[in-house]
């Protein structure tokens, strides 16, 4: 099929395919997928900057189906929400300003390139050691019912939780959907920050960044932190998108046709964190951010950014 | 989930796909030249008709097979 705003042709099957898979995989794992998206459409001959853009515009469409289903089930935590979406942006801002600052650093592509393998390789073996020791772990033994969101979702190192929670520096909020009584803005805005400044960096939404972020360093049970996530990632995209589209990078109509796959996948995936606990959402969650790590390595290798 | 119903899901998701699917051709095939007209003259209008394609696409679906399941003998309880 051809696509005159990229002047591609690609087949619709393999679109549709892609935002398929693409759309499990968010509404499963919370992230936008750019990771897997961007490449693939890169392979199927869409020129790098058109499939930048439009990945970005079909992640709006999947993210927003995934976390209306979310929030059915009850996996947004709101007020937690709209104070990431503040430190993220401003963290993302922050991101791509020190790029264009380092670009003028001789090399910065290595430097960048290596601390985020480094980055991406240790969360990746992390949070598989966490969930493996997490498994090992009792459950509660009280009825599921009667449990709480923390209580249902087992999970080892929880010192690094705690550690952030007492970090007492006004205001401070209560975020009763997460099942936190007391942790202060402060904490959760450094956190978005920072998990903005690795989207800045590293490209796309980085949520499995972000994810991994808001379960360890925040203590928020696994699928409120999938949910809430989501949610970041409508925002951060549809911004994204809109400055990608305002530069001729984006092409509505292959976006609308991955849409037509991710849309029904991002249901499916969302819908299949019920019958996953925690631990186990976490284990399967644990090579994307190595994807992400070789796929810097591919770059740095090849001189191909593939994202 | 022991109150989960597949079968009222893959309805669910027949129905989403078709209309999403209808959605799609009907943008393509009455849109299709006035997006390329406004990608390579109104890029302002491009990208906020982009992002209004797609949310319609999303959340206007997803209201209208809402509507269309309590219309269906098998909706959600």
């Known amino acids: 099929m051809y696509f005159p705003i990229s002047d591609t042709t690609i087949n619709p099957i393999y679109l549709i395919g892609l935002g398929f898979v693409i759309g499990i995989l968010g509404g499963f794992f919370g992230v936008g997928g750019s990771f897997l998206a961007g490449p693939a459409l890169f392979v199927a001959g869409l020129p790098m900057n058109f499939a930048v853009g439009t990945d970005l515009l079909h992640i709006v469409g999947k993210s927003i189906v995934a976390a209306r289903k979310h929030r059915v089930m009850g996996n947004i935590d709101m007020k937690l929400a709209f104070i990431m979406v503040l430190g993220t942006i401003a963290g993302s801002e922050a991101g791509v300003q020190g790029i264009e600052a380092l670009k003028k650093i001789a090399r910065v592509d290595l430097v960048v390139g290596s601390v985020a393998i480094v980055i991406l390789t240790g969360m990746s073996i992390f949070v598989f050691l966490e969930s493996w020791q997490a498994l090992k772990l009792k459950a509660s033994t009280k009825p599921i019912a009667k449990q709480t969101s923390q209580e249902k979702d087992r999970r080892a190192f929880k010192f690094m939780s705690k550690w952030t929670q007492s970090f007492n520096l006004a205001p401070n909020v209560e975020l009763e959907h997460s099942g936190i009584k007391s942790i202060s803005m402060w904490a959760i805005l450094l956190v978005s920050f920072i998990g903005g400044v690795c989207s800045g960096f590293l490209g796309g939404g980085a949520g499995y960044i972000r994810m991994p972020f808001m379960v360890y360093l925040l203590g928020i049970p696994t699928h409120i932190a999938i949910g809430t996530d989501l949610f970041e990632v409508v925002v951060s995209a549809s911004y994204g998108s809109f400055r990608h589209a305002m530069n001729g990078n984006v092409d509505v109509l292959i976006a609308l046709i991955m849409q037509t796959g991710a849309a029904v996948g991002a249901q499916i995936g969302a819908v299949l964190t019920q019958f996953f606990n925690g631990p186990w959402i976490r284990m399967a969650f644990a090579p994307l951010p190595l994807i992400g790590a070789l796929m810097v390595v591919y770059g740095l290798l090849t001189g191909h950014h593939l994202k | ?77």
């Open chain 2, 1 to 77: 989930m022991k109150d989960f119903n597949w079968k009222t899901f893959a309805c669910e998701m027949v129905v989403y796909a078709v209309l999403v699917f209808t959605y799609f051709w009907f943008v393509l095939h009455y849109f299709a030249s006035s997006l390329e007209d406004m990608f390579h003259h109104n890029r302002k209008l491009f990208a906020v008709t982009s992002l209004l394609l797609m949310i319609g696409q999303t959340v206007g679906l997803e209201i209208v097979s809402t509507f269309l399941f309590k219309l269906f003998p098998w909706k959600k309880k």
